[in-house]
């Protein structure tokens, strides 16, 4: 990410054809740019935040389009800089004819290109916008599910970067009390008893504890469970794929081996985007039918190392086998499982949900659509996703990987805490480092390589 104070130019609309398009100027001393790309008199200025209807100019006079421009003068702006937007007819062709003319106009004072998400850059640098606000304008244009949209907008609002700012607050209260306490070494024995550093101390773990759960169900909401299905060839794994979709997403046929690779469809249940990821059959190398599918269930296996949840489907009208055995046994421990009995319409068995100490085993019929409610259900279990009135944030893995980290250093404050012998330097140091993470979520501590990679992202114009 460039840092200079340059300023810059983009199309901020999308790609394609439109009946808007816009071409948004961020910067210093625009205005005498808008008064040369808009044929205005050098004595006459817009009015800052006022659209006017204007011709936009090229070199030789003759007109490019014709539509609003719009000054906002700083820091009474998005990026809190000067900024000129444009905005005409959402042509392709008119919309680059437009932003080289802004280029080549603004050669004087440094116009150039900008990068992906530098806008929103900019607007982070000039304090308009903390990080996790800023990575909210990215979640707000990405979101899949109305849910989603709604939770990023309350990140955009500040709802998220306030939870860690009063977090963050707690910490430096408890550290100024434990610093002041080391330049008095004879107090450090009666210090957490009297200022109850440990009542202080565990109320901070149980609100980042509040916080980090409301984290991680945003987190899902966000980006989803990756759900694989596994099992022998013919179980009805594609059929199960196509009751959960509600379409004809895979080739469902009596033959076993019909699916040769992995057939991936999204779907939603209750605004939790779901990967639904239907896989080869899986058998032994040498009862595999050839290279092709020697290779499917060579990939299937990579799936269900990368999987949130594994489906293990079995056929509940001939009971497990022992190929369905092998699988189990060669299934990952640490990612959760559930047992799926498939074609209970020609077992006999009615719809159920068994959750036994070893495993959860759900029995349904996918060519029928019976029991796909209790399967849906028990996915948002392990999800951890729950419909309450508490605040969710629309929290990405590095925020989560922070609040984690410093769950991690205040549990280890909280052990020194009860050594009575215990350094108190080492006590504040854990505080320290705790707040130095939930520092880095809204940006107040982050490197500039992390910066980089964050809004490198973004879409360009944005």
Not at 230 to 252: Q, R
Not at 266 to 289: F, L
Not at 366 to 388: F, H, N, P, V, Y
């Amino acid at each position: 990410m460039i840092s200079d104070s340059l300023p810059i130019a983009a199309i901020a609309t999308a790609p394609g054809r439109g009946g808007i398009g816009v071409v948004r100027i961020s910067g210093k001393h625009l205005m005498p740019l808008a008064q040369l790309l808009c044929g205005l008199s050098a004595g006459r200025e817009l009015q800052p935040r006022h659209a006017t209807y204007l011709d936009f100019m090229a070199a030789d006079g003759s007109v490019i389009d014709r539509g609003l421009v719009i000054y906002f003068n700083a820091p009474h702006s998005y990026t809190g800089e000067e900024v000129l937007e444009l905005q005409g007819h959402g042509g392709p062709v008119v919309m680059q004819m437009l932003l080289n003319r802004c280029i080549e106009a603004g050669q004087d004072i440094g116009l150039r290109l900008a990068q992906p998400g530098e806008f929103t850059y900019r607007a982070f640098q000039n304090d308009k916008l903390d990080l996790a606000q800023a990575e909210a304008v990215s979640d707000l244009i990405e979101a899949s599910t109305e849910a989603a949209a709604k939770l990023a907008t309350q990140s955009l609002s500040g709802a998220f970067s306030q939870a860690i700012h009063a977090l963050v607050e707690q910490v430096i209260h408890l550290r100024m009390l434990v610093e002041a306490t080391l330049d008095f070494p004879e107090e450090e024995i009666e210090f957490l008893e009297k200022s109850n550093a440990r009542g202080q101390l565990q109320t901070i773990r149980d609100t980042l504890s509040q916080v980090l759960a409301q984290a991680g169900q945003g987190a899902i909401l966000r980006d989803g469970l990756k759900v694989v299905l596994a099992g022998l060839p013919n179980v009805g794994k594609s059929s199960l794929l196509n009751a959960l979709a509600g379409a004809d997403v895979a080739i469902v046929t009596p033959i076993a081996g019909t699916t040769r690779d992995k057939i991936t469809e999204t779907i939603h249940v209750d605004g939790i985007p779901i990967s639904i990821i239907d896989t080869a059959g899986i058998r032994q190398d040498d009862e595999a039918d050839g290279e092709v599918e020697r290779i499917g269930i060579s990939r299937t296996w990579a799936a269900v190392e990368n999987a949130d949840v594994v489906l293990h489907i079995l056929d509940a009208s001939r009971g497990p086998t022992r190929a369905d055995e092998d699988i189990l046994a060669r299934l990952p421990a640490n990612v959760p499982l559930l047992h799926i009995w498939n074609k209970i319409d020609l077992s006999g068995h009615a719809p159920a949900i068994d959750t036994l100490q070893e495993a959860t085993h759900i029995y349904l019929s996918a060519a029928e659509r019976s029991g796909m409610d209790l399967l849906r259900k028990e996915l948002l279990r392990i999800a951890g996703w729950q419909q309450t009135g508490e605040s969710i944030y629309l929290a990405r893995e590095r925020h989560l990987l922070a609040l984690r980290a410093a769950a991690a250093h205040l549990e280890v404050a909280a052990a020194l805490a009860e050594q009575r012998d215990s350094a108190l330097d080492l006590f504040a140091e854990e505080l320290r480092l705790a707040q130095e993470r939930l520092n880095s979520i809204t940006g107040a501590f982050t490197p500039d390589d992390l910066l980089g990679v964050i809004f490198s992202r973004f879409c360009i114009g944005k």
